[in-house]
């Protein structure tokens, strides 16, 4: 049962009980190694969220800018846009450039990823 939480002190009740002091000092000592360890992974886990953070700007970036650009064309030069999506061959190009745009974004979120 739990008494009092504070970040630097945790109280047991019950699984402390009936313990020698000897055994209830091992226990302490390994609350406070475990809690080392998650402290430890929280800040890897922001160092490397900062590291990382110029490849996954980049990574939107450079997925924005076809869908930016196919609506600039669409603005720009609307009777290309629609000879492009009139004719089988058009949608076909803008169907696997979809699909290639899809799978770029996959790639970037596989390789930004990294797992501790």
């Given amino acids: ?7 630097a002190l945790l109280l047991l009740d019950e699984p402390a009980a009936g313990m020698t002091d000897h055994e209830t000092m091992q226990l302490a000592e390994l609350l406070n190694k475990l809690a080392d360890i998650i402290r430890d992974r929280f800040r ?22 076809p869908p ?4 600039f064309m669409f603005l720009r030069e609307r009777e290309m846009m629609n000879d492009m999506l009139g004719d089988p061959v058009g949608r076909g190009m803008l169907a696997v ?3 290639l745009e899809i799978l770029g974004i996959l790639v970037f979120r596989k390789l930004i990823k990294v797992h501790i």
Wanted: proline share 3%; with cysteine; charged share 10%.
């Fill in 97 to 99: 450039a979809l699909v």
């Fill in 44 to 65: 890897i886990e922001r160092m490397i969220k900062s590291l990382t953070g110029q490849n996954r700007m980049s990574a939107w970036v450079v997925c924005s800018i």
């Fill in 68 to 71: 930016f650009l196919a609506v």
């Fill in 1 to 7: 049962m739990l008494l009092m939480q504070q970040p």
